[in-house]
């Protein structure tokens, strides 16, 4: 027991259990005499901060703290000591919270609670406060056991979280209706104009880009490579005639950089409706393979490879005749940002290679 | 602008027979200033983030247009420099006037904000090369 007593909290214990041996070591000692010398050298050793208060006394002043919660709250032990442990509390401490505490109290109930606190200098921190009480042989109630802990690091973490996802639900929203618009102008105009073919033929395009960039964005603001399979999905599908049993997606996460994610998405789109005129997309059997994967460029640059092969469709004729004005315009799109694109008119099937710098 | 524009644009343009640095990391956006330019008859040299950048100034440009932003971290500055220890005009081309505007205007050129239609940018091209030479 006093060999426990003496160690620092282990490595895989939860703050649960730290709590209940703590309070279980306060139970069994009392706070004079022999043991309690071991008692406060046991718990300056630890640093979780360990308070205890007598409910027997008016307002059930604290009767020990120990080092770590001097250190976590920069009070002396003098200004401590016989004082009722609000005087923590402040401004912006939650009262639903004190109220929990209250009753836990009252009805001799384990709590935990988290409530903004104040130090000493006045600058809050946000505690995980865990209080029980500690019984007497003849369980009468001898003291209530309170451990803080500052957990000022997650709270700003979830904050920050919470903001980033809001963020983006608002990046996202703005994005949709930037599209739509672009989209009812490019439709308006077109009409006005007597060009609504050419206009279909954008706005097919930039519902592509809206949904590639749509996809990034659920996965994009963490850093680090991420999974393309949603962005390919979402691009692709709208075309298959049976949807995603028409299409097999293989590879894994890759790094993409925002302004990659257009390329892509515009590449992806001229394949497919290439596919819905005259390829695979075009019987319901018809297949696509979709797979890719990282390679290293010429100058040691990251770049990614893809590769689609469709089967199942009619027999491709003349190639050349097929290069409309979309693959011109994936072409020379590629070919800007440093990247290639191969065409083969299989018996079974186009298969294209494409190759570009993960990062334009 | 439709092409009739651009190719009676063209022959008086004061852009043609010049060479301009073009620097631009969205692809897209540069095809289309690239196309407009060569109509006008100008000479792109382009490069797509601060490294080909830097490294096309091996080439003597007139003029140039910089997308202040190139990828995640990296802003057009140091070609900014470059170009201005040589005497070389630009114009900036941002689309985040907001939080690049500290960047911009310690650069002090001019600035297009993006989107904007090519003819701007070719009339900001031509503007910046009369107030140099
Ligand atoms: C042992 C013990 C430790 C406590 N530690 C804290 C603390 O760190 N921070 C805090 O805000 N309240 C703490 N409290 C709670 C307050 O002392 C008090 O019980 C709470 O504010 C509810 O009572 P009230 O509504 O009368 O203020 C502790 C209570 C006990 C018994």
């Known amino acids: 027991m006093k060999d426990q007593a003496h160690r620092s909290p282990a490595q895989g214990e939860t703050r649960a259990q730290q709590f209940e041996n703590a309070r279980s070591q306060a139970g069994q000692v009392s706070l004079s005499g022999e043991s309690g010398v071991l008692f406060e050298q046991a718990m300056a050793q630890t640093r979780m901060a360990i308070t205890l208060a007598d409910p027997n006394r008016e307002d059930a002043p604290l009767v020990f703290v120990n080092r770590a919660f001097r250190e976590l709250t920069g009070y002396s032990e003098e200004e401590i000591i016989g004082r009722n442990c609000r005087f923590l509390q402040g401004p912006g401490t939650d009262p639903a919270q004190v109220r929990k505490l209250r009753e836990a109290i009252a009805s001799e109930e384990v709590v935990i609670v988290e409530l903004l606190n104040y130090r000493k200098d006045g600058t809050p921190f946000w505690n995980a406060l865990h209080l029980g009480p500690i019984y007497n042989d003849d369980g009468s109630l001898r003291y209530i056991f309170g451990s803080q802990w500052d957990v000022t690091d997650v709270h700003a973490a979830r904050a920050d979280e919470k903001h980033a996802r809001m963020m983006e639900r608002e990046i996202s929203h703005r994005m949709k209706n930037m599209f739509a618009v672009i989209s009812s102008i490019v439709t308006m105009t077109g009409k006005l104009d007597g060009a609504e073919g050419l206009a279909e033929k954008i706005n097919a395009r930039i519902r592509s880009l809206g949904r590639a960039h749509e996809a990034m964005l ?72 979709l797979d890719w994967s990282l390679e290293e460029g010429p100058d040691g640059e990251a770049r990614l490879g893809l590769g689609w092969t469709e089967t199942g469709g009619p027999a491709p004729g003349n190639g050349a005749a097929r290069k409309g004005i979309g693959m011109t315009i994936i072409s020379r799109m590629l070919a800007l940002g440093e990247g290639d694109i191969q065409y083969d008119w299989r018996p079974e099937g186009l298969h294209v290679e494409i190759h570009f710098p993960t990062s334009l | 602008m439709n092409m009739m524009d651009r190719q009676t644009d063209s022959a008086a343009s004061p852009l043609s027979g010049k060479t301009v640095l073009v620097v631009e990391d969205e692809v897209l956006i540069a095809m289309d200033i690239n196309e ?36 995640h971290t990296e802003t057009c500055l140091p070609i900014a420099q470059a170009l201005r220890e040589r005497g070389v005009p630009f114009v900036l081309h941002s689309g985040d006037l907001q939080r690049l505007g500290e960047t911009i205007s310690n650069i002090g050129a001019p600035v297009l904000e993006k989107p904007c239609d090519t003819s ?3 009339q900001a091209l031509q503007g910046a090369m009369q107030r140099v030479g």
Not at chain 2, 44 to 49: C, D, K, L, P, S
């Open chain 2, 120 to 122: 701007e940018i070719l």
């Open chain 1, 218 to 289: 659920e996965v994009s603001f963490t850093e680090g490579p991420t999974d393309p399979r949603k962005l390919f999905r979402d691009l692709l599908h709208p075309y298959a005639p049976m949807g995603a049993g028409s299409v097999t997606l293989v590879g894994g996460k890759v790094p993409l950089d925002s302004n990659v994610v257009s390329v892509l998405a515009l590449s992806l789109h001229e394949l497919a409706i290439n596919a819905v005129k005259h390829g695979a997309f075009s019987v319901p059997d018809g297949h696509v393979r």
């Open chain 2, 36 to 71: 407009c330019l060569e109509e006008a008859g100008a000479h792109v040299v382009y490069g797509r983030n601060l490294r080909q950048g830097m490294q096309r100034l091996e080439h003597e440009v007139d003029v140039a247009l910089l997308d202040v932003s190139l990828g």
